[in-house]
């Protein structure tokens, strides 16, 4: 078994390869005129898009802060759902669930590392 510490680094090091390429990348279509003319027209379609979002959302305003709820509701199901499920499986438990149609689900877990202050 490879070390952690080998992982991590090597991880670390194509990151920082992937933003070096991608850095060169986007140097090298700033100097095309034709993209940069695209990304103007591009830009004034995006903002006159926006424009006409806003203009429905104020005719959806009702249903926006409904909709604001519901994605607060799901969150705090998400992280119940979360807690019960490590619990459970720390406790030993078998852990599924199994929506409408049946379809069971087991639980998936993740480890991320963040920078320590």
Known sequence: M???QEIFVRIEENKKKLREINKAYREAL?????Y??????????RERKKQIENTVKEQFS??????????IDIESDQEMLTD???NQYVKGQSVSVN???????????????KKVK
């Open 2 to 4: 490879q070390d952690l």
């Open 30 to 34: 700033s100097s095309v005129s034709e």
């Open 36 to 45: 940069t003319d695209v990304s103007d027209e591009l830009k004034t379609f």
């Open 62 to 71: 009702k249903e926006f802060i409904q909709m604001d709820d519901i994605k």
């Open 84 to 86: 019960i499920t490590l």
């Open 99 to 113: 929506d409408q149609y049946e379809n069971e689900y087991e639980p998936v877990f993740t480890v991320k590392f």
